[in-house]
C-alpha cells in the first residue's frame, strides 16, 4: 500500500458514504450538507487522479456555485412540510432492491471488462504532467499538444503511447459558450418577479 | 511499491458506480423537486469521475477525458440554474415543492 492508494481509500469511503447520506436522510437540509461532502471528495479524487484543473474547476463551480444555487432553492422553499418528506416503507423496499441490483450488475461489468490500462509515468512527473496550457492547447487545436503527447520516456523501456491526431475543441467551446449564456436569459426570464397589474415593481 | 493499475481503475469505476447509483435513487425516491436535482448532480459527479480515471489510465484519452469533464460540468452548472428557476416557478404557482402534485399534463 503507498500513499496514493492509501489516500484514495479515505476519499472514496468520505465520498461514497456521504453520497448514500444524500439518499437516506429525509430532511432536505442535510441532504444539502451531505451533497457538499460529497462534491469536495469528488473534487479530491480528481486531485489523487492529476487532473488539477478539472479539480479546481469543480471546487470553483460545483461547491462555490451549484450548491449556493441549490441552498438558495433549499431555503427560499423549505417552510413546514417541505422540509422532510416521508416515503412509504414499501418504496423504501423497492428502491433498495433495485439500487443494489444496478450496483451488481454495474460492479460486475466493471471488473470482468478488460480495460487497456498502462502505467503511466507521465503524470506521476510534475514537469510534463497535463496542466491548464496543455488543456487550452487542445480546446483550440494547438499542434503542439501532439507531439508532447507523443515524447519517448526517458530510461523505460515501455511502449510509445499511440499517434495522436491533432484534434480541437473549438466548435463544443463556442457551442457551450452561446448555450451558456441562452441559459442565463432563460434562467432570469423564468425566475422574474411577477409584475402585479396596476402596481411599480 | 506501486499499486497494479488496473486495480487503481477499478477502484475509481466502482466509486462512480456507487454515485451513479445513488443519484438514481435519489432521482426517483426523493418528494421534493430539490432533491430529485441533487440526484441529477450526483449522477453527473459519478460520470466525471470515470472520465477522470480513464483520462489517467489510458493514454488515448488523456486529454479528452479532463475536456469531456469540464463539458459535463459546465452543462451540469447551466442544467442546475434552469432546473432551479423551473422549481421556484412551480412554487411560486402551486404552493409547494412536492413532485407527486405536478400532474396538470396527465392524460
Known amino acids: 500500500m503507498d500513499l496514493q492508494t492509501i489516500l484514495f481509500w479515505i476519499v472514496a469511503i468520505i465520498t461514497g458514504f456521504s453520497a448514500i447520506a444524500v439518499v437516506v436522510t429525509q430532511n432536505i437540509v442535510r441532504s444539502a450538507a451531505w451533497l457538499l461532502v460529497t462534491l469536495g471528495g469528488t473534487a479530491g479524487i480528481y486531485f489523487l487522479l492529476g487532473a488539477d484543473f478539472v479539480g479546481a474547476t469543480q471546487l470553483i463551480i460545483y461547491v462555490g456555485g451549484i450548491l449556493v444555487l441549490v441552498v438558495f432553492g433549499v431555503m427560499l422553499t423549505a417552510q413546514g412540510p417541505f422540509i422532510s418528506m416521508k416515503v412509504g416503507a414499501a418504496e423504501w423496499a423497492i428502491a433498495m432492491v433495485v439500487g443494489l441490483v444496478l450496483l451488481v450488475v454495474l460492479a460486475s461489468c466493471t471488473m470482468q471488462a478488460n480495460w487497456p490500462v498502462t502505467q503511466q509515468a507521465r503524470m506521476d512527473d510534475p514537469q510534463r504532467s497535463l496542466n491548464s496550457t496543455t488543456l487550452a492547447g487542445a480546446f483550440l487545436g494547438l499542434p503542439q499538444v501532439t507531439p508532447k503527447a507523443r515524447m519517448p520516456i526517458p530510461g523505460g523501456n515501455q511502449p510509445l503511447p499511440p499517434a495522436r491526431t491533432p484534434v480541437a475543441y473549438l466548435l463544443p467551446f463556442e457551442i457551450v459558450s452561446v448555450h451558456l449564456l441562452v441559459v442565463l436569459i432563460g434562467a432570469a426570464y423564468l425566475a422574474r418577479a411577477k409584475r402585479r397589474r396596476g402596481t411599480v415593481v | ?107
Open chain 2, 1 to 107: 511499491m506501486s499499486p497494479n493499475p488496473e486495480d487503481a481503475l477499478s477502484g475509481y469505476l466502482l466509486l462512480g458506480a456507487l454515485l451513479f447509483v445513488c443519484g438514481v435513487l435519489c432521482m426517483a425516491m426523493k418528494r421534493n423537486a430539490i432533491g430529485v436535482l441533487m440526484g441529477v448532480e450526483l449522477v453527473l459527479n459519478g460520470a466525471n469521475i470515470n472520465f477522470v480515471a480513464f483520462a489517467r489510465y489510458n493514454p488515448t484519452f488523456e486529454v479528452e477525458g479532463q475536456i469531456f469533464a469540464l463539458f459535463v460540468i459546465v452543462m451540469a452548472a447551466a442544467e442546475a440554474a434552469v432546473a432551479l428557476a423551473i422549481v421556484l416557478n412551480f412554487y411560486n404557482n402551486h404552493m409547494t415543492v412536492d413532485v407527486d402534485t405536478a400532474e396538470e399534463l396527465k392524460g
